[in-house]
């Protein structure tokens, strides 16, 4: 993703500390932003930091760092970087870095760790990082001598960056940043030579395409099943245009809201727990998913031995192993998403060049626009005095939006609804918590997105129990002059829960229960430097949005008063069938048409 | 690792794979973990350098009932060190392993227990009063022969090795090399 790198300026051989080839080598990799907080044993790397070019974001919890790389990275498709000690530092990265390992994120953690000598003898703030993260990053490495932070280097961001993304975590013992070593940037040759078991397939098998293409063009009902690969591969115009040439549907999933438009006519929305209604059905009954850097997850899925149970299945992913995972693909792919479409778009105009004919698609096209009229996302929307629905802010937020807006979100009801209400119509323009599902994500995501894109709003939808999680990173965003704009959905429960708990547990509600008035959120954003805003009734939503859009020396945070009764629908219930999906109270009497 | 009852037999629900590592620090742990991570089954595990310095081969047993082979290895592979996986299975390999056991015997027993080993070509490494430490190495299923016969006497403590194994000479075996590998 990186391209031209800087050309090394610098001496090889020249002797310097472990320290300064650290952020040398960070700074060699294009590194422009990085986000951290210093303690004992990462002290050495923060003197040099002092000339260097790169910008060092200050957090308030190195969760917020994590979190802010991967904000960065997602709407940049850059590495994002994070800096933080050893030991209790090292242990509050974990969440960002299993966050950025689930929903394949390039990143690169630099933790600092105890001297070599001491390691293994539970020294004062050590921590098996190496070991504690092994399992949630694609690679990591604890570095033992200075003349190897260089290789070390080189070698994360190539791993982090290519094949399928994800987390790299280098590991820096003191000594290591202290110690002099002698200058040296291995090439690109030495770098994969190190590597001699890690050579990612991007080109796609070109007999599986071919095959592929058969498929596609004797489909009566295809669906294009698109992941967030498809972003990760930088896809989106590739797949538009097969989608166009053959006038395919297509859903995109949590991951790939945005990666085609959701106000083109082909565009079904999200499919999966709290999906749209016909893109559910439509995977339902569809004869053929070409998934595209999706992998099955339970919550697209439902119970996996009744999803798309008619469906063959066409699966693009770079990474084998997602291959057969959950569903046995008929004709798996391996290869860069945008790599395989692009030659599989060639392959089809070859097979209709020499006279194949695609499948008439006019009466699949027709119940599924059948599905889209009857089945729209609907709530129930309320009069001046009356409660405030979160779906209508939702509206108000995404039509008043300069155009680009970047939405990102926590992970609850407010997230489902920002998903479902909100048009994704530009890729890169949408930040979640997918595979996780990490409360807290969206404050520092938000914030590192902003520093990604100055040029666009930044918009982070939040929820009042996730808010209470991150927010403290607030005061980072406001002394870096970061404005970002926040919107609490405050519905003042742990609202996804209380959902559950209403729905399956008999309306028997356990610790879900936060608290309307405590705590005082615009009081709060104003003592984090924020401009802090109220809204209780509907009738007060758009000049609250619009004074919101209006400010930009400064975070906003617009504290929305909402419905907690309010109910995220269409739902799959976990372990369900697709078949039984939950429509909206005003819509359950026209189940059949769901046929 | 697994606690079923003769983890050492060809069992078709066990399958071996022979894997070629970079020898750097943690790559074991690595394996392990991700075999604990995925609830994979591991029956044997044998670790070692390897004719050239860089590398290491893992030989390891696993139990295909508890995943897809093609899962397991797809998921090795992930592993940045792993460098090469091949599945072995036992008509394409020559498998070797080692067992020790200590043996009760008596004066009056101790020249069976010998002869029973010459007959296995195994070796007597230490003799003491009531009892006698033999070693045989071997195919797995020679060591459970072996293993069986000498329970009459009495087995008061043994180890296994673990099986190591390479591709045999003149079979094609079956390779899954870094082609095709990813992520
Ligand atoms: C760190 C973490 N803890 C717990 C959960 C489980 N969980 C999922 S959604 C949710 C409620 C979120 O509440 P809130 O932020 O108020 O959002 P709402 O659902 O009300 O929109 C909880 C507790 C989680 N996803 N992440």
Not at chain 2, 104 to 120: C, H, I, M, P, Y
Request: hydrophobic share 40%.
């Amino acid at each position: 993703m990186t391209s031209n790198r800087k050309s090394n300026n610098h001496k090889e051989g020249e002797k310097i500390t472990g320290a300064q080839a650290l952020i040398r080598g960070l700074e060699m990799e294009n590194v422009e932003v990085m986000f951290g907080l210093p303690g004992g044993c990462i002290l050495p790397a923060y003197d040099p930091l002092i000339e260097s070019s790169i910008r060092h974001i200050l957090v308030r919890h190195e969760q917020g760092a994590g979190h802010m790389a991967e904000g960065y990275a997602h709407v940049t498709g850059r590495p994002g970087v994070a800096m933080v000690t050893s030991g209790p530092a090292a242990t509050n990265m974990v969440t960002p870095l299993c966050d950025a390992y689930m929903d394949s994120i390039p990143m690169v953690a630099i933790t600092g760790q105890v001297g070599t000598s001491a390691i293994g003898t539970d020294a004062f703030q050590e921590c098996d990082t190496v070991g504690i993260t092994r399992s949630i990053t694609k690679h990591n490495d604890l570095v033992m001598s200075a003349e190897d932070l260089p290789m070390a280097i080189r070698q994360a961001f190539h791993i982090a960056t290519t094949g399928r993304p994800g987390p790299v975590l280098i590991d820096v013992p003191k000594d290591v940043l202290q110690n002099t070593m002698s200058w040296n940037w291995p090439s690109q040759d030495e770098v994969e030579d190190s590597l001699p078991g890690y050579k990612p397939n991007t080109k796609g098998h070109a007999r599986m395409i071919k095959e592929a293409a058969h498929l596609i063009l004797r489909a009566e009902k295809p669906i294009l099943y698109v992941g967030g690969g498809v972003l990760k591969a930088r896809a989106a115009s590739a797949l538009r245009e097969l989608a166009e040439m053959l006038q395919i549907p297509v859903v995109t999933t949590l991951m790939a809201r945005g990666a085609f438009p959701d106000n083109h006519p082909l565009c079904l929305g999200m499919p999966g727990m709290h999906g749209t209604a016909t893109a559910i059905t439509a995977m339902q009954k569809s004869d053929l998913l070409i998934a595209l850097g999706a992998r099955f997850d339970d919550r697209v899925t439902g119970r996996v031995n009744s999803f798309a149970p008619e469906a063959k299945i066409i699966h693009v992913d770079i990474d084998p192993a997602e291959q057969g995972k959950v569903r046995k693909p008929d004709v798996p792919i391996v290869g860069d998403c945008r790599l395989v479409i692009e030659a599989m778009i060639e392959a089809l105009r070859d097979l209709l060049q020499g006279g194949e004919k695609q499948a008439d698609l006019t009466t699949w096209r027709s119940r599924v626009s059948g599905w889209r009229e009857q089945f729209p996302l609907a709530y129930e929307p309320s009069e001046p005095g009356e409660a405030l629905k979160p779906q209508f802010c939702l509206e108000k937020l995404r039509d008043a939006a300069p155009e680009g807006t970047i939405l990102v979100s926590g992970v609850g009801q407010h997230q489902m609804w920002s998903s479902q209400y909100w048009n994704f119509n530009e890729p890169y323009t949408w930040v979640n918590s997918g595979g996780l599902g990490t409360m807290g994500f969206s404050i520092p995501a938000a914030i590192g997105a902003k520093v990604g894109r100055p040029d666009k709003t930044v918009w982070a939808i939040d929820g009042d129990g996730c808010f209470q999680m991150t927010a403290q990173e607030l005061v980072t965003a406001s002394l870096e002059r970061i404005p970002i704009k926040v919107g609490i959905l405050n519905n003042s429960y742990l609202g996804m829960v209380r959902q559950w708990q209403e729905m399956f547990y008999e309306e028997r509600y356990s610790e879900v229960y936060l608290s309307p008035d405590l705590p005082d959120f615009v009081k709060w954003a104003e003592a984090m430097g924020c401009v802090g805003i109220r809204v209780d009734d509907p009738s007060e939503v758009e000049s609250a949005i619009d004074r919101a859009n209006s400010i930009n020396d400064r975070p906003v945070v617009v504290d929305f008063r909402v419905d907690a009764r309010e109910k995220v629908f269409p739902m799959v219930a976990a372990g369900q069938s697709n078949d039984d999906v939950l429509l909206p109270p005003m819509q359950s009497s026209r189940r059949e048409f769901l046929r | 690792m697994s606690n079923k009852v003769n983890p050492y037999g060809s069992a078709p629900t066990h399958h071996m794979l022979s894997v070629l590592v970079q020898n750097r620090p943690g790559v074991l742990a690595r394996v392990a973990s991700l075999f604990a991570r995925r609830g994979y089954n591991i029956f044997s595990l044998a670790v070692a350098p390897t004719e050239q310095d860089d590398f290491s081969r893992i030989t390891i047993v696993v139990d295909v009932e508890s995943a897809p082979l093609e899962q397991i290895v797809k998921q090795l592979f992930k592993l940045i060190e792993v460098v090469r996986i091949s599945e072995l299975s036992p008509s394409q390999a020559v498998e070797r392993e080692l067992m020790v056991a200590t043996v009760r015997a008596s004066a009056k027993e101790r020249g069976d227990v010998v002869e029973l080993t010459n007959v296995f070509e195994g070796k007597i490494l230490s003799v003491g009063a009531d009892a006698v430490i033999v070693s045989l190495d071997g195919s797995p299923e020679k060591l459970d022969d072996f293993a069986e016969l000498l329970r009459q006497y009495g087995i008061i403590e043994s180890q296994r090795t673990g099986r190591v194994a390479l591709p045999k000479l003149d079979r094609v075996v079956k390779t899954s090399t870094s082609k095709g590998k990813a992520s």
